[in-house]
Every structure is written in C-alpha cells, then in structure tokens.
C-alpha cells in the first residue's frame, strides 16, 4: 500500500508539471499567419481580395476581415467570409472595391473569434500598391504680365500661391484581446493535481514512519 501510494502520488506530480507545458497554448488567439497581399508587403498592382490563413479555427458569424485606404476610406466590398469549405475553418477573405484601390498604403482591419479556445481578437497590418503613393494634385504656372507701351507703370508679375494638399491622418487600431479564460482553469487544474500529489506523497511517508 505504501509503495502504490507512492507511486500515485509521484505520477500526480508528473502530470501536473507536463500540463504546464500545455498553458501556452490556452493563450493563443485566431491571429493572421500569412495573407494575401502579403502582411507589410507591396505588390505591383491592386488585388481584387485580401486571403488571409489564421492561426486558428474561426466563427463564421464573428469574424471579418476589412480594408481602409490611407484616407480612412473603406475599399472593400463588405463580404468579409470565412470558407467554409476549407476543413481547417481557418481562411477568410474579403473582397476589394476596384473603383477605389490605386497606389498607395492600404489597412486591414481584423476580427476573429476563435472556435479552439472561444477566444476573441483584433488587430490589423498593413500592404502597399505600386509606389505607395497617390498623383498629386500640379498648381497651373501663371505668367506675369508684360509690360505694355507706358514705360514708367510696368505690372510687376503676380504668382498665384498654391497650396499642398494635406494627407488625412490614417486611422489606427491597436490589437486587442481578451482574458485568456481558459488558460486561467488551466492553472487551476495544474494546482489541484500538485496539491493532490502532494497529499499522496505525504501519506506515503507517514505510512512508512508509522511501521
């Protein structure tokens, strides 16, 4: 009896400190792991969607990718998708406004609640079109007026002044995410199987001291 109880409390301990490695995983989140247009990249040209592989399982109804110009403007389409197809429920695109996308520097913006761990998440990256940036608008160069006939009241010449246009701040969004709830009833149940081995352990050294 004392060994058994020796043994059990022994293989406790053990399970509660290989359950430790496992905690990590409990905080991962839905998050992008590779997209196309690619995550900080450029490209030559304008897609016509942004394809983006998650980390993990997504919820269909509560995940959604978009997609703002450096204006704030949002080109996309509004049918952000989870494929339903793919097995691993882990690819969502959203379509592009091709009315509306030129060089420049575009935002994603995305959501995800994830169907491992029912965990919610946001964040967003960025991509950039050709050169990453937009024609600006060229001032029309005015001539100054000659001078006519009368010597003594030559027009000095006028220069219109031009004014650059501004660019409007790009809205940013840092990445949020919840509590890892599921990480936290990890560490108690870690707890509980350390305390429990303990327990045995203890009773096996008692039973052995009392003989």
């Known amino acids: 009896?004392?060994?058994?109880?020796?043994?059990?409390?022994?293989?406790?301990?053990?399970?509660?400190?290989?359950?430790?490695?496992?905690?990590?995983?409990?905080?991962?989140?839905?998050?992008?792991?590779?997209?196309?247009?690619?995550?900080?990249?450029?490209?030559?040209?304008?897609?016509?969607?942004v394809v983006c592989t998650m980390t993990q399982a997504l919820d269909a109804e509560q995940s959604k990718l978009k997609v703002f110009d450096a204006a704030g403007v949002q080109v996309d389409k509004g049918d952000s998708a989870v494929d339903l197809n793919n097995p691993d429920r882990n690819v969502i695109s959203v379509s592009l406004?091709?009315?509306?996308?030129?060089?420049?520097?575009?935002?994603?913006?995305?959501e995800t609640f994830s169907t491992d761990d029912n965990e919610e998440a946001s964040g967003e990256f960025k991509f950039t079109v050709g050169s990453g940036s937009t024609a600006q608008p060229t001032a029309a160069a005015t001539t100054a007026a000659e001078p006519t006939t009368a010597p003594t009241t030559a027009a000095e010449p006028t220069v219109a002044p031009t004014t650059a246009p501004t660019p409007e701040p790009t809205p940013s969004t840092s990445a949020t995410t919840l509590p890892a709830t599921g990480a936290a009833m990890s560490n108690i149940g870690v707890v509980?199987?350390?305390?429990?081995?303990?327990?045995?352990l203890g009773f096996g050294v008692m039973t052995r001291a009392g003989r």
């Open 1 to 49: 009896m004392q060994r058994i109880s020796i043994f059990l409390g022994a293989a406790l301990v053990l399970l509660a400190l290989a359950s430790l490695a496992y905690v990590p995983v409990a905080l991962a989140h839905a998050e992008p792991k590779e997209c196309t247009p690619p995550i900080d990249g450029t490209v030559a040209k304008a897609p016509d969607k």
């Open 97 to 110: 406004d091709m009315t509306k996308m030129q060089d420049g520097v575009y935002t994603v913006k995305w």
């Open 192 to 200: 509980l199987l350390a305390l429990l081995g303990l327990l045995f």
